[in-house]
Every structure is written in C-alpha cells, then in structure tokens.
C-alpha cells in the first residue's frame, strides 16, 4: 500500500488558492517528497503524515517553483529532530543548486547526501521503492519519475509442512534465500503484481514518459493547459496541454491519469476536463491536499476534508 | 500618507494559519517590502497593492524565514512586467546570499542593486521614505528599520500676493529654492511634523530601538514570546517577550505599539497582550493582512475583510 498526497497543484507561481506543485509518497513508516517549491512546508505540516519521516526529496528541476522551498523544508526538518540523512536526487546541477540554497540554511541536524542523476536517468531506491528517474524535454535538465513497490510471492505454509521444512527455516525461505536443502521456489507462489505510479511534469510530450507509464496504476501527468488555444504557449514553454497528457496515459495503459501542475491561468482545472477524457476516459484533476491509497488490488481516492476550503 | 500591510506575522515557520512575518510599505505610487520569507508573494498578491510599484526590498536578516521568499518574489516581479531596477538592502552577506538564491532565478527582466548595510548601519531613500537601518542583536547582522516621510511646509499663497512675488516663482520658492530676490522662508509656514515608524524584529531589546523609536507613530516590534516562562527561550535565542518590546515602545514614546512575528508556539497571539499592555497600554497584536494607513494627523487601522479567514 502506497498514500500519496498531491500537497500542491500549481505551476509557475504559487496563489493563495493553490499551492505549487508537491507529492508526498508515504510507504508505511518511510516517505518521500517529489519536488519542494516555496510553501510546500506549510501544506506537509497541514497533512498531519509527519515531516521526520521523510528520507527523500527528488527534485525535477530546477525552476525556483520545484525547489524554492527547499531551504524551509530542511530547517522543518531539523525542528521535527530528523538526524537520519536525507538524500536528495535531481538533474545535473544538484549540488551548485544546493550549494546555493544551503547559504540560507546552513545548520542541519542532519546529513544531506546528494545524488545527481545524469542526463540519461538512472535507478535507485528511495522510501523502499524502486525509482527510476527518466529525462523529460523541458528546455533544461528536468525528470520524470516512475516508483514500483515490488509485491512479495506468497509463502505456502501448507506446502512447508507437506516438505517437512522445519519451522525455523521458513522465515528464510520467506525472504527468497536458500535454506539447507530448500529453495525459496518450493514454499513460494508465483510472481505477484506490485504497484506502480509515474509523476511527470514540466515537459513536452516524449515517448519516455508512456514508456514509463506501462502497466502502472497511475500516471501523475502535467495539466498545464486545459484549452486548445494554448498550444502554442504550451510549445513555447515547453509543457503540454491536457489531450498530450491524455495520450500519453492512453499509449502507456495506466489504469488512471491524474493532471497536476495548473496554469495560474485557469482559475477552475476541471473546467477542460472533457479534452483529455476524450482521449483518455479515466482522467481526473488533482487538487491541493488530495489523498489517494494506492493498494495492490487497486486504486482508491479519498480527499482530505476541509484541506481546500481553508 | 503612508499604507502599510502586515503580510504575514509569524516567526521561524510559515504555518497554514500564519503566515511568515513581512510588511508591504506602500508611498502613493511607490512600494517597498521590508523581510521576504517563502510565501510572501502569495501574500502580496492576494493584498492587491501590485508588485510592480515594489522597486526596493529590506532584509532584515539571513535566517531563511525572513529570505527564502526572496527567489519566487524576484521572479513575481519579472512576471508583473517590471523594467526599472531594483533595490535590496540587507546587513552583511548580502551579496554572497543573493548569488546563492539568484541560482535558482537567473533570468529576471529587471537589475537588482545590492546595497550591504555595514554592522553600524546606514541612512538612504527608498520608495520615497528616509530609511535609518540600524543594527540589533539576534546573534548575527540584523537590521530594523526607520522610516519617515517627511511632511512640506505649506506654502502661503496670501503672503506671497502681500509680497509681490510673481506667480512663475512660486513653485520653485514652494520646492525651497530661492528665485530671484526672495527666499523660500518668506513664502513658507513652519516646519510640520511628518510620518514616522519603526519595524525591528528578530533582537533582544537594545537601547537602539527606543532611540529609532523616538517621535514615532508607530513601532512594530517582535512579539515572539509572549509568556513571563519564555524568559529563558527569549535569551537563548535571542528574542523578546510582549514585555519587552513594550517597554521600548514606553522609552520611546511612540504613538503605538503593534506586536508581530509571534513564535509557532503561540496559537492565538493575543492571549498574552494584557502583559504588553500593562507595560505601555496602546499595544495590539497584528494579524496577516492586516492594513493601517499612516497619516499625518494620526494613525488609521483598518483591516482587510476576509484575509485571515480564507
């Protein structure tokens, strides 16, 4: 089971009535944050999911509304008694960014380590998921992220006892390692479908991103533009309109596309809605403070009360 | 006629009730903000006095709660259209702090002239008003601030006809430039009080304040602490209690005293004013939003409706 909570909606600028675009991802007991603009803070201590938890923050690129937030996230943390460290990954040119955002947030109660991810995207482990981080086309170094929580085979215990496998070793067994003369294979069922998510913005439509989206429950997907009109700014600053989005979850197969990532243009998201249903039915727009569990038998939705009306 | 807003009024963290503490200074056509903490531009945004008439920004300090918005404001004010330069005041380390935040705002459509305030302080102009940055004490450069805008002479057209003087010099002898054989002391009536206030926040009480504060309308002072118990936290982190700020505002003999910058501790800041108002009785605690407007004949408060509700 994977929460995830979509703390911000917006692009460009924050607004007093929607925040800069933000996921919180919450894998029990560990966490990750996707992209830190100015506010972020405030919307992660109104979530009540906890700050110390939070191990991981990816950022996408560095255009001050995904990382201006980042020097008052890190002293957040500090106040909530983090000492574990923290690792950071972002797009070359992590760490003079880093360098320049730590001169107003120097003292830490922890370590950051920072991973700069190359130009071509690369793997890695973060809140127990598997990340794979993917190049969008943004006009600069900016990435997409595609998270898989593994599902564990089942352990058969009928079948152990059948074996004669003494208890003490099932525990072993269970975790995929030899014991004695018993392979993992014998106690295990078959290969299990995990759950797995996609969260890109900020870039034109390329084919990674449907590539990324394959067999995914979910695709979190720009919605910079809604209407057809702003095709051209979409082509100017590189961002894609709510049908390119469509598509894209179309091409993937993902069994639901969420938009994010709004123009301060369009005062009311869902207003454009229909152009990307057109293209893909299961679409809908995010909003600020929106909550969504993700369980390996599906996809469940739930809003956070009162979050947008206060 | 001065208008001044308390954007936010909150220290060391932005809350979703509290916004981080800021003023927007406003001199008929001419802005200037004074601490411009992660937010702040939504804040100013939703006052609707405008960005682009903002041409001078006041740092008080580098801790990230009075800074970290500076990266999203810089670039509000590119997306308002500005062309005329920008002022930034701030103590020590200025420039060294804005290379590291202009990392994440390189491209602005404006210049932006640095001014490091030396540790004794310094005098200059911005938006029209005479500035006096004085130093506090927080434990590194901190500034508060004097501002006044100084009121002209009237001019006495009578006395003017009585002495013969033609109409195409009085504007020039009403400008205090002598024209011909008169001077601006034969056509002026005396000197007028003008419009004075102080903004210090971030200090332990240092005769400075009082000093800055004399002759003043207003005081607008830290308000971190406002329980007799938080002594010890006022001292070790160098802040002031309710009554302490309101004893410099009785030293100096200001008109009123307005508390902002209230500790996340405090959920409701007015609890405590009776300790302030013991102290030097014309004391209020500020709220986000809240406007007043300076005048020469008095002070003026006003809210803004909804602000803080929303």
Not at 8 to 19: E, N, Y
Request: charge should be negative; proline fraction near 6%.
């Amino acid at each position: 089971m994977i929460d995830l909570c979509t703390l911000g909606t917006g692009g460009t600028m924050p607004l007093h009535t929607r925040a800069l675009a933000s996921l919180y991802v919450r894998n029990g007991a560990r966490a990750l944050l996707v992209d830190c603009g100015e506010g972020t803070q405030v919307w992660v201590g109104k979530l009540g999911w906890g700050f110390q938890r939070i191990g991981a923050i990816l950022i996408s690129h560095y255009h001050a509304d995904h990382c201006s937030g980042l020097p008052g996230f890190l002293l957040a943390l500090t106040k909530a008694g983090r000492t574990e460290p923290v690792d950071i990954w972002g797009p070359r040119g992590l760490v003079r960014v880093m360098s320049g955002l730590r001169v107003i947030c120097p003292n830490l109660s922890y370590e950051t380590v920072l991973h700069e991810v190359p130009d071509e995207g690369s793997c890695f482990e973060a809140a127990g998921l598997r990340v794979r981080a993917f190049p969008l086309d943004h006009g600069m170094p900016c990435l997409g992220f595609r998270f898989d929580l593994d599902r564990p085979r089942a352990f058969l215990p009928d079948r152990a006892r059948e074996l004669g496998i003494p208890m003490c070793l099932w525990q072993r067994l269970q975790r995929g390692e030899s014991a004695e003369d018993w392979t993992p294979d014998a106690v295990l069922g078959p290969e299990r479908r995990g759950i797995s998510f996609v969260y890109a913005t900020d870039t034109r439509p390329v084919p990674a991103i449907a590539e990324a989206g394959r067999d995914t429950d979910l695709m979190i997907l720009e919605g910079m533009y809604g209407a057809e009109d702003d095709l051209p700014k979409a082509l100017k600053n590189s961002h894609m309109l709510y049908r390119e989005s469509a598509a894209l979850a179309r091409e993937a197969g993902t069994g639901r596309l969420l938009l994010t990532h709004f123009s301060t243009s369009m005062e009311e998201p869902e207003e454009h809605l229909a152009a990307a249903c057109a293209v893909f039915p299961r679409t809908g727009c995010a909003r600020d403070g929106m909550t969504m569990t993700l369980r390996y038998d599906g996809v469940t939705e739930q809003t956070t009360p009162g979050w947008t009306e206060t």
